[in-house]
Every structure is written in structure tokens, then in C-alpha cells.
């Protein structure tokens, strides 16, 4: 019998009890359901009235409050399952990633509670759409060590709020030789 690690064991339960009710791996997955919703195609940006109907589908209703109050200044745009596959044996788990990806582009530095808990439900997730744990535990690793913010990568978590500074422009002075 293969035992699931123990900080796994740990954010699926306190997930399913944050949630008021436990979940069950027979019931669909709170974030991740049938998609009756078309999601946006990989690297389409996503305007804010898009971004809302999909939170509302989802039950991401914390997640669009926090958006709508302060709206990351760079737009938003999926790449799916960052660096990974969007697709595992003929499942699509392109819906895990791009939510994911709304998640962290919303996201604020040093929100290392909010950034374990979106990693947490990309890997349950995962989880419910391969029905198994394998790649959901490994994409999980995978989002813990690459998406941190001191990476500062394009894909890190609060990526949306990253605004590079204004290029310094130095003053040139052409040196003429004295005559």
C-alpha cells in the first residue's frame, strides 16, 4: 500500500475541514468541476470581467474579492502548468494550472500561508482529474520549490503585481577633444 507524505496528508485535511465539510475523492473537486465554463486558451489575456464570471464558476469568491479590491497592474495570462505537461494520459489538466496561475498572478509577497494553500489545490486538483496522486504529488513538489517569490520569475508567485521599475535613464555626454 503506497502512503501519501505527511505534509500532503496534512493540507488535505486541513482543506477539507477548512471548507466546513471533508472532502471525498468521489465528489467533484471544489475548485476543478466539470467544465461547463470555456476557459481561455493559453496566453490569451483575461480581462477582469472574464477573470470575475470564472472565480463565481469556481467558488473563488475570496480570491475575486481580493482582485476586484486591488487589481494586479499587469494583466492576466495563463500558461498553464507552468514548465510541465497540460495533458496526462488523455486528461486535460490544463484547468488545474490555470487556476492556479489566477492564484498566483493575484497573489501579494509574503503570503506564504495563501501561496501553500493554491499549491495544496493545484495538487488536489490534479489529484481528482487523473484520479491519483502521483502526478499531483510531484507537481506539488514542483510548485513549492520553483514558484517562489525570491526566484523572481516570470511565473513566481505575486507575478501579476510585479511591475519592473522604470528603466534609470543616464544622462550621455559626448567628450569632444579641446582644439
Known amino acids: 500500500m503506497r502512503r501519501t507524505p505527511l505534509l500532503a496528508l496534512i493540507v488535505f485535511m486541513f482543506l477539507a475541514f477548512a471548507h466546513g465539510t471533508p472532502l471525498r ?3 467533484p473537486a471544489t475548485a476543478v468541476v466539470p467544465t461547463k465554463i470555456e ?3 493559453m496566453g490569451e489575456e483575461v480581462p477582469l470581467s472574464r477573470i ?25 495570462k495563463s500558461d ?10 488523455g486528461v486535460s489538466i490544463y484547468p488545474a494550472g490555470f487556476l492556479h496561475d ?4 493575484a497573489g501579494y509577497p509574503g503570503e506564504d500561508v495563501e501561496r501553500l494553500v493554491a499549491d495544496a489545490e493545484l495538487m488536489i486538483d ?7 496522486t502521483t502526478m499531483a504529488e510531484t507537481m506539488f513538489h514542483g510548485v513549492r520549490l520553483g514558484g517562489t517569490e525570491a526566484f523572481n520569475t516570470s511565473f513566481s508567485w505575486g507575478f501579476g503585481r510585479k511591475v519592473e521599475p522604470p528603466s534609470s535613464t543616464v544622462s550621455r555626454t559626448t567628450a569632444t577633444p579641446n582644439s
Open 25 to 27: 475523492a468521489s465528489e
Open 39 to 41: 476557459l481561455p486558451t
Open 52 to 76: 470575475k464570471e470564472i472565480c463565481t464558476f469556481y467558488g473563488l469568491h475570496d480570491l475575486w474579492r481580493k482582485i476586484e479590491r486591488d487589481p494586479p497592474p499587469l494583466p492576466f
Open 80 to 89: 498553464g502548468c507552468t514548465g510541465w505537461v497540460n495533458e496526462w494520459k
Open 102 to 105: 489566477l492564484k498566483y498572478w
Open 126 to 132: 490534479v489529484a481528482r482529474l487523473l484520479h491519483s
